[in-house]
């Protein structure tokens, strides 16, 4: 009889332990199930902030290219005619110059048409006075 017990109380024990590991599983398949769900929820997670990267990405891309086009048009509308307007001042400049330099020398001109409207009276009193010396001096008369 004390076979029998040992037996019952071996088969009670392997019972035992047999339901404690199919226990031990059913819990660490239900954690993997769990860690599984919390896995799956992290990648959609995951794949949501990657698609919001990717539309941010694509944003600052667009920005990039609408601030490349507004430099665009600032240098076309302003710089470049900031770069006509220095252009034409310094051409006015240049005018201004040109016209100081032309009165000055109108000036120079209208005082040498001074000296050659005054020729005729120089001319004449050289010839008197050239006319005289050789008076003066014994020649022809």
């Not at 017990?5 to 199930?33: D, E, F, K, P």
């Not at 992290?42 to 794949?47: L, M, S």
């Not at 698609?51 to 600032?74: G, Y």
């Amino acid at each position: 009889m004390s076979t029998e017990i040992l037996l019952v109380i071996l088969g009670a024990v392997v019972s035992l332990a047999t339901s404690l590991i199919i226990y031990n599983l059913r819990v660490i398949s239900r954690q993997i199930a769990a860690q599984d769900n919390k896995i799956k929820e992290q990648n959609t997670k995951i794949k949501e902030q990657n698609i919001m990267i990717s539309s941010v990405a694509d944003d600052i891309k667009k920005t990039a290219e609408d601030l490349a086009s507004c430099k665009d048009q600032c240098r076309q509308q302003f710089v470049d005619k900031v770069d006509y307007i220095r252009e034409v001042t310094k051409l006015e400049r240049m005018a201004n110059e040109t016209i100081k330099l032309l009165s000055e020398l109108n000036g120079t001109f209208k005082a040498s048409m001074a000296v050659i409207d005054k020729m005729p009276e120089l001319c004449a009193s050289v010839a008197s006075q050239v006319v005289a010396q050789m008076k003066s001096h014994g020649g022809p008369a």
